[in-house]
Structure formats: C-alpha cells, structure tokens
C-alpha cells in the first residue's frame, strides 16, 4: 500500500497463504487510492462477452510473443502427483505444465541448457 501512486488502484486477488492481510484506509486517503476486491470468475459468468474478448487479445498477444508466462517446471502426466506437490507447497515461481507426450518434455529440458 506505500507504493501505491496518486489515485493508484490496488487490486486484491486471493490469499495463499491463508492470512488476510490488514489495510489501513488511511493510507487509501493519502494517496486518493482505490481498493478493489478481484473475483475473475465471477466476473467473467457475469460478462463474458468482455471476457472472451480479453482472452483472445491475451492470445493474440502470447502469439506475438508479447506476453511469455515463466514456466516453472514441465512434467508429463504421469508425474501429475509430483506437479501438484510442488503447486501446492508453493514451491513453483511460474506455470507448472502436464504434458501427454515426452517430446514436449524433452523440449523443454532442451531449452533450459
């Protein structure tokens, strides 16, 4: 919230750690500041129309390669187990994937030396 900038939003999204973070509002006022509470889900039952749009202009953009996800780690469905392990000890700094096939794998593995 000290980051925030003059009229800045800030959008709060989950909590995976399981702590609920505490918001002063006075720092809200210093700053003329916004704080909104972010349910894609919901939001995108609700519109879907504007939804399908922001999807594909995300699409578009991850063809341009203008937008590059980190991948953490690629696994083939076989290790799904060990995928899920790492997602849900909060070890993957990215996308963790499951591959049907061993060439993505390899792939991958090839890219990263």
Not at 5 to 14: E, N, P
Not at 19 to 33: D, F, Q, S, T, Y
Not at 63 to 72: C, D, K, Q, S, T
Request: glycine share 8%; hydrophobic share 50%; with cysteine.
């Amino acid at each position: 919230m000290r980051a925030l900038a003059w009229g800045g939003r800030y959008l709060t999204v989950g909590y995976a750690s399981g702590e609920i973070p505490k918001v002063g509002m006075n720092r809200l006022l210093v700053c003329a500041g916004s704080l909104l509470g972010v349910l894609w889900g919901a939001w995108a039952r609700r519109h879907p129309a504007s939804n399908a749009q922001n999807m594909a202009r995300m699409f578009e953009w991850y063809a341009r390669a203008e937008l590059r996800p980190h991948v953490h780690a690629v696994h083939p469905l076989a290790d799904a187990a060990a995928a899920l392990e790492i997602v849900m000890e909060r070890g993957a700094l990215g996308k963790v994937i499951l591959v049907t096939t061993t060439d993505a794998v390899e792939h991958d593995e090839r890219e990263e030396s």
